[in-house]
């Protein structure tokens, strides 16, 4: 065992003499960060202000005496999330003691208070994983089921006032909303820029040029200005403006990634549906997205973490996101001396969410290059 | 929404915005809604922040807010709270998104003269300061030639401290920054600075929160005047007076030792003063459109201005912010709080 470790380390760390100077600069420092870290954070460290305000980081100034509402929201959250995650990664005996040990660290992050509501999520996400990893029928209905989750996140959430919401909720329904919207309206773009019809095109490549050479904070701003001059009488609030604007802008991504799976769709497919006589309509639907789709599904999940990462920009209307939260919370001047803990707790958790994202994205390309070998 | 429908929408825009002008005012507005929209900040100390433990947002402005729902719609707890931040704090108003904005805003003639906002009275006085470690025996800002200054990065204060340095001919005097409060502080202690800079409420409040504030001294000099003061949007008087009269109502309040504790007790007062402005038979709300007990229900939901300060900035607080001596004391007592005659 250690003759092997020398081996490899002399291989891979000592090969060659730029090797070892690499080597021995670059792994005692990562060593010495990462002391320095740990012995910061089990020494100095005050993590008590992550407890005491942890329904700010995760729900903003959302009434308390209404917190069912956001835990209905989660739940809602979590089985749209378990029926995606099993159409593309069957669940297997081995992730209930996965989705258990999740459970105990959050549980023990949080107290035992949110025990019961935690375990009905974690329930719920695994009934719908398993849900759609056997039950291959289930997985047609997702579309607008995803559909009907967001309304009645909305329809749930709505009551106490939508200026309320915030936090990583907020945050991560942002990102729902966006991602969910902005794919039809990115797949229609799509075919419009390729469309026959000379004034279709120029409208929809029009869009997308203008939507992806301006800022999205310019976008955002923009929306939450002109939506109450335009329409005064409807009076959207701050967080449905923001996720116009945020859906206007990442629709016109969503058409790029699908045009270029559109045009990576061979020639023949269209060619050989056509001599059929299938319509253009019964082709572009049957033949070319599907098969359109396949290709850019990896891309589209990058998407979905840019658009989370993306999120801290609505600030700017005035919207309290996970990042704004803590810095919320630090203005307290009573916490202003635990800056460090604060943005560390918030830095673990974008990481978490990001990795989240990343891996889902590998298994599925891993998933959609199985068919096409 | 491709080039054309911006231009359109610009020009939309441009019509309602000049549409809304012609229109009723706001108090009508807010009268008709039953609810005030207050544009707040959320992430000021002392002057609109949450409080983590109670779930509720504290501080000066906010208990503006508090006060003006209060006196035009009776009840404090209709007022919803608008976060609006230092860049969306005008448009948030000029779209009527807020009715007011009150939001630790510095009153400054180009933002009358080229936003299309009126501001209200100025309710808290800030400025830029000094602040020395008491063993070194600096009394004033004078006695600093030479010294070397610290304040934070990219803020306004190290082109007032270089203006301060040329008008007094001080050429050995220099200025260090640094990225936030705490490593400012932290200077100072070290002996790295002679003199540490920037608004005099941070400066107490770091001050304060040490372990030895009486080790501290923040000079009695301010190099740059910096008023606060809420805003609404221009040529709405009947809005704009009912809020500025709410406010000094509030200054007067505290002049004439009307107090949330003792209001009850000066409903009955039988001075003719106290009973025609807290509105006891007939007072000064009508003719504004407002009811007649619009200061008193203020007062009731906020207490005097006196009151505000103490629970948000005071000596009792984590800000330690002594109004002693400061513009921000009555004027009977040396300050600027002012309030203009009641009859």
């Given amino acids: 065992m250690i003759a092997r470790s020398l081996t490899w380390s002399r291989h891979n760390l000592f090969g060659k003499p730029f090797d070892v100077l690499l080597s021995l600069t670059v792994i005692p420092g990562t060593l010495w960060l990462i002391y320095q870290a740990v012995a910061w954070a089990?020494?100095?460290?005050?993590?008590?202000?992550?407890?005491?305000?942890?329904r700010v980081l995760m729900i903003g100034i959302f009434p308390a005496d209404q917190a069912w509402r956001s835990w209905v929201a989660v739940a809602i959250i979590a089985a749209l999330l378990g029926a995606a995650l099993g159409c593309v990664f069957a669940f297997r005996t081995r992730h209930a003691g996965f989705l258990a040990l999740v459970l105990a660290i959050l549980v023990s992050m949080t107290g035992v208070n949110t025990l019961a509501a935690l375990t009905a999520v974690l329930v719920i996400f695994a009934s719908a994983w398993i849900l759609t990893s056997y039950v291959p029928m289930s997985r047609r209905v997702l579309i607008p089921a995803s559909f009907t989750g967001l309304i009645a996140i909305f329809a749930v959430m709505s009551p106490p006032g939508a200026g309320l919401w915030g936090g990583l909720l907020l945050s991560v329904l942002l990102t729902l909303v966006t991602a969910v919207l902005s794919l039809p309206i990115g797949v229609l773009l799509a075919f419009g820029r390729r469309s026959r019809f000379s004034s279709l095109r120029m409208i929809s490549t029009a869009y997308i040029e203008v939507?992806?050479?301006?800022?999205l904070i310019l976008v955002v701003y923009w929306i939450w200005i002109l939506m109450p001059v335009l329409t005064p009488e409807l009076n959207l609030a701050d967080v449905v403006r923001g996720m116009v604007g945020f859906t206007l802008f990442y629709s016109a991504y969503v058409a790029e990634y699908v045009r270029s799976g559109l045009q990576a769709v061979p020639r023949g497919q269209t060619e050989a549906a056509r001599s059929l006589g299938m319509s253009e309509f019964d082709i572009n639907r049957s033949i070319v997205l599907p098969q359109a789709l396949r290709v850019v599904v990896p891309p589209l999940v990058g998407n979905v973490l840019d658009i989370f990462n993306a999120?801290?920009?609505?600030?700017?209307?005035?919207?309290?996101?996970?990042?704004?939260?803590g810095q919320m919370i630090l203005a307290n001047p009573q916490y202003g001396n635990r800056t460090y803990e604060v943005y560390s707790f918030l830095f673990f958790t974008y990481f978490l969410v990001g990795s989240l994202i990343t891996f889902v994205a590998r298994k599925l390309e891993a998933h959609l290059a199985r068919g096409s070998r | 929404m491709n080039f054309k429908h911006i231009?359109?929408?610009?020009?939309?825009?441009?019509?309602?915005?000049v549409a809304s002008h012609a229109s009723a005012s706001v108090l009508d507005t807010v009268k008709q809604r039953g609810t005030l929209n207050c544009g707040t900040d959320n992430t000021a100390p002392g002057f609109g922040y949450l409080n983590t433990t109670t779930g509720q947002?504290?501080?000066?402005?906010?208990?503006?807010?508090?006060?003006?729902?209060?006196?035009?719609?009776?009840?404090?707890?209709k007022v919803k709270f608008v976060t609006v931040t230092d860049k969306s704090r005008f448009d948030a108003v000029l779209t009527n998104q807020v009715d007011v904005v009150f939001a630790h805003t510095t009153i400054k003639p180009a933002r009358e003269s080229s936003i299309a906002i009126d501001f209200l009275p100025i309710n808290f006085y800030d400025g830029t300061g000094v602040m020395v470690k008491t063993e070194s025996g600096v009394a004033k800002f004078d006695d600093l030639d030479g010294a070397t200054f610290c304040t934070t990065q990219g803020s306004v204060t190290e082109t007032v401290l270089t203006s301060a340095f040329k008008a007094r001919g001080w050429t050995a005097s220099k200025v260090l920054t640094y990225e936030n409060l705490e490593k400012l502080f932290a200077a100072l202690n070290s002996g790295r600075c002679n003199a540490m800079s920037t608004d005099k409420s941070a400066l107490a409040a770091w001050a304060g929160n040490s372990p030895k504030p009486a080790d501290y001294l923040i000079l009695p000099d301010t190099l740059d005047k910096s008023p606060f003061g809420?805003?609404?949007?221009?040529?709405?008087?009947?809005?704009?007076?009912?809020?500025?009269?709410?406010?000094?109502?509030?200054f007067q309040a505290e002049e004439s030792g009307i107090s949330q504790a003792n209001l009850d007790e000066k409903l009955k007062s039988e001075d003719p003063f106290v009973q025609k402005f807290l509105g006891v038979g007939g007072g000064y709300g009508k003719d504004f459109g407002l009811p007649d007990d619009f200061v008193?229900?203020?007062i009731k939901?906020?207490?005097?201005?006196g009151e505000i300060y103490a629970r948000n900035l005071g000596p009792d607080t984590k800000m330690f912010l002594d109004r002693k001596g400061t513009p921000n004391a009555l004027w009977t007592e040396g300050g600027a709080i002012y309030s203009p005659l009641w009859n």
């Fill in chain 2, 301 to 305: 939901a906020v207490g005097n201005y």
């Fill in chain 1, 211 to 215: 939507m992806r050479s301006v800022p």
């Fill in chain 2, 296 to 298: 008193a229900q203020a």
């Fill in chain 2, 7 to 17: 231009l359109m929408a610009g020009t939309f825009a441009g019509a309602a915005l």
């Fill in chain 2, 57 to 77: 947002m504290e501080g000066l402005d906010v208990d503006f807010c508090k006060a003006i729902a209060a006196a035009v719609l009776g009840d404090a707890s």
């Fill in chain 2, 230 to 250: 809420g805003f609404v949007v221009a040529n709405d008087s009947r809005w704009r007076n009912a809020l500025r009269w709410s406010s000094y109502g509030l």
């Fill in chain 1, 42 to 54: 089990v020494g100095m460290a005050q993590w008590d202000i992550i407890p005491q305000s942890l």
């Fill in chain 1, 311 to 325: 999120a801290p920009l609505v600030f700017i209307i005035g919207l309290t996101d996970f990042l704004r939260a």
